[in-house]
């Protein structure tokens, strides 16, 4: 398992940006991390990535310097294990509602003492066994792999600073698009009464310790959260795709 420069990088105070996509496209992922993108985040809850493409995907990471990370379709430790086995660096689980939802996930994602992963040290992620003794890797998978749980729902906000307050958490992440869906404004994350408690939730998570993230669609956006406090900052490639192409198509229109 690689050093993760990522998670060193937040845990420090300093920004990492990087992009998420539900393309499965090696090629893709390459072409990002050549042209400077830190992190990729793999959209599994809304596309589907099986072990086997994801397997891939992470060896392209791996070749261009990407952290991956997954995002998992359900709190599910048995989903989660397989794709840490081979080598995604860090897990963002969707619907967190309690402090208990996240232990769920730590228990999934680190080796005792720190949670309940199984045992097993002759994984892709573990360099099959043949680099380094099953302590080290115990110990390295524990100390460079990223757990960020999504909060998504009024229930989550509600119970956010005993979610920020469960050990082995990193980062905390927050689904716009859901709480609007809940709160009775469907595909309106902008409306003042979400984006309110979205920016009380930044704060809390702020002033918790705990690494904020955000998702933005431009560099405008993406200097607003940066100076709210967020540090794991990413953009979808469906974002640069439509701004590009349709930026394009409308002035050679024109």
Same mark, same amino acid.
């Given at each position: ?105 730590? &228990? *999934?994602?680190?080796? !005792?003492?720190?949670?309940? /992963? +199984? =045992?097993?040290?002759? %994984? ?5 066994? @043949? ?86 669609? &431009? *560099?405008?956006?993406? !200097?607003?959260?940066?100076? /709210? +406090? =967020?540090?794991?900052? %990413? ?5 640069? @795709? ?13």
């Amino acid at each position: 398992m690689r050093p993760n420069a990522v998670k060193a990088k937040v845990m420090a105070g300093q920004p990492s940006w990087g992009f998420y996509t539900s393309f499965p496209s090696p090629d893709l992922l390459e072409f990002m991390g050549h042209l400077g993108f830190e992190f990729v985040w793999l959209d599994n809850e809304h596309s589907p990535m099986d072990v086997d493409n994801a397997a891939h995907l992470v060896r392209a990471c791996e070749t261009a310097g990407v952290v991956p990370i997954m995002r998992v379709s359900a709190n599910d430790s048995a989903q989660i294990l397989s794709y840490l086995e081979i080598g995604i660096m860090g897990v963002m689980v969707p619907h967190v509602n309690t402090a208990e939802d996240a232990r769920r996930i730590v &228990n *999934a994602v680190r080796y !005792r003492p720190l949670g309940r /992963r +199984g =045992a097993g040290s002759q %994984s892709r992620a573990a360099n099959f066994g @043949l680099t380094q003794t099953s302590v080290q890797y115990f110990e390295q998978a524990n100390r460079e792999t990223l757990v960020i749980p999504l909060i998504e729902e009024p229930e989550g906000f509600e119970n956010l600073p005993e979610i920020c307050r469960v050990e082995g958490v990193d980062i905390i992440a927050f689904g716009p698009g859901d709480l609007a869906m809940a709160m009775g404004y469907p595909g309106n994350s902008g409306h003042p009464e979400v984006q309110k408690i979205i920016r009380r939730a930044e704060q809390q998570v702020v002033a918790s310790g705990k690494v904020l993230d955000a998702i933005v669609a &431009n *560099a405008e956006e993406a !200097r607003q959260a940066l100076a /709210r +406090g =967020a540090r794991f900052i %990413s953009i979808g490639v469906h974002a640069m @795709l439509r701004q590009m192409g349709r930026g394009f198509l409308d002035a050679v229109r024109a």
